[in-house]
């Protein structure tokens, strides 16, 4: 991305099991060089990242000046798993939500990173269609992870923590319906491009001679 003013971009995918985070990303993304952009997926911390506070894996991934980041799964996981199993408490809950509204507005700020999050919003149906192919399609066994069907009974407690997020975030959240596929990643196509033509941005000039 070229500009007098030189822009990242963090795109954030942030769902429930099946949700299509990885197809999104590689949907979405198909056609951009790969030279100018990174995807960072966050699962369980290790040992390492538990022994720092909650953002430190985050922040070492967000994107330099002129790059694009993909997150799949992202910061919210700290406010999402662990309050759903109650591993913290409501006031750490709430102390975190302002670290990472913190966070955000600091990339924006600091960095002219634009941060847009989807929340992919698959229904408890289509969820438990996507999980049984996992177990049905050979093409898919390597997406099946037991555990998946484990969180899926936490369902109502998981709405619950997602509408926090959501409703307290002051970068506000798209909330993309994915039951579709193909309007899954037409909606964040479409939201990715209108945020980028907004900032009419021109290729640079030549020196002058």
Same mark, same amino acid.
């Given at each position: 991305?070229?500009?007098?003013?030189?822009?990242?971009?963090?795109?954030?995918?942030?769902?429930?099991?099946?949700?299509?985070?990885?197809?999104?990303?590689?949907?979405?993304?198909?056609?951009?060089?790969?030279?100018?952009?990174?995807?960072?997926?966050?699962?369980?911390?290790?040992?390492?990242?538990?022994?720092?506070?909650?953002?430190?894996?985050?922040?070492?991934?967000?994107?330099?000046?002129?790059?694009?980041?993909?997150?799949?799964?992202?910061?919210?996981?700290?406010?999402?798993?662990?309050?759903?199993?109650?591993?913290?408490?409501?006031? !750490?809950?709430?102390?975190?939500?302002?670290? =990472?509204? #913190?966070?955000? +507005?600091? @990339?924006?700020?600091?960095?002219?990173? &634009?941060?847009?999050?989807?929340?992919?919003?698959?229904?408890?149906?289509?969820?438990?269609?996507?999980?049984?192919?996992?177990?049905?399609?050979?093409?898919?066994?390597?997406?099946?992870?037991?555990?998946?069907?484990?969180?899926?009974?936490?369902?109502?407690?998981?709405?619950?923590?997602?509408?926090?997020?959501?409703?307290?975030?002051?970068?506000?959240?798209?909330?993309?319906?994915?039951?579709?596929?193909?309007? !899954?990643?037409?909606?964040?196509?479409?939201? =990715?491009? #209108?945020?980028? +033509?907004? @900032?009419?941005?021109?290729?640079?000039? &030549?020196?002058?001679?």
């Amino acid at each position: 991305m070229y500009a007098e003013k030189k822009y990242s971009l963090l795109v954030v995918f942030q769902g429930m099991d099946g949700s299509g985070k990885d197809g999104a990303a590689h949907n979405v993304f198909y056609n951009c060089r790969m030279s100018g952009m990174t995807v960072a997926s966050f699962k369980k911390p290790s040992e390492e990242e538990f022994a720092h506070d909650f953002l430190w894996r985050i922040h070492k991934h967000a994107p330099a000046k002129g790059m694009i980041t993909v997150f799949n799964r992202s910061h919210y996981e700290d406010i999402l798993i662990q309050r759903v199993h109650g591993w913290i408490d409501e006031i !750490r809950v709430a102390k975190r939500m302002q670290a =990472i509204n #913190a966070f955000e +507005e600091l @990339l924006e700020f600091d960095n002219n990173t &634009l941060v847009l999050k989807f929340f992919l919003h698959i229904s408890k149906e289509e969820q438990e269609i996507q999980l049984q192919q996992r177990k049905d399609d050979p093409e898919k066994f390597w997406k099946h992870n037991p555990g998946d069907w484990k969180e899926r009974e936490y369902w109502d407690q998981y709405m619950g923590a997602y509408e926090y997020a959501l409703n307290n975030a002051s970068i506000p959240w798209e909330i993309c319906p994915v039951d579709q596929r193909w309007y !899954r990643d037409y909606f964040i196509a479409k939201s =990715i491009v #209108a945020r980028l +033509e907004s @900032l009419n941005m021109q290729y640079p000039e &030549l020196p002058k001679d």
